[in-house]
Nanobody, 123 residues
């Protein structure tokens, strides 16, 4: 079992930055690919970014490329999402997820999910 706890969400103006953190329990964190998804009101959950277990491969949704950066610290059992140049359309609940089958852009590719953290970007 892996438990994931997100933090770092909040309210920010357009053009600002936030860094989300996701702390994972367990001693097998380094064997999991980690991802971030988001869900805006009335919309389906969508892929944002993912990083492989080793950290050597990263994948991003086209909508966040060049603005968001995913990283992980296996010594701290933590994955991060640095979000720069935020836009109002980035407003959503952001979820951290972990999976043993490698990086995936699909939510069914992951096994564990956090409770989510709200990000609100004002115009």
């Amino acid at each position: 079992q892996v438990q994931l706890v997100e933090s770092g969400g909040g309210l920010v103006q357009a053009g600002g930055s936030l860094r989300l953190s996701c702390a994972a329990s367990g001693r097998t964190f380094s064997s999991y690919a980690m991802g971030w998804f988001r869900q805006a009101p009335g919309q389906e959950r969508e892929f944002v970014a993912a990083v492989s277990a080793s950290g050597s491969f990263k994948d991003y949704a086209d909508s966040v490329k060049g603005r968001f950066t995913i990283s992980r610290d296996n010594a701290k059992n933590t994955v991060y999402l640095q979000m720069n140049s935020l836009k109002p359309e980035d407003t959503a609940v952001y979820y951290c997820t972990a999976g043993r089958r490698g990086v995936s852009e699909y939510d069914y590719g992951y096994d564990y999910w956090g409770q989510g953290t709200q990000v609100t970007v004002s115009s």
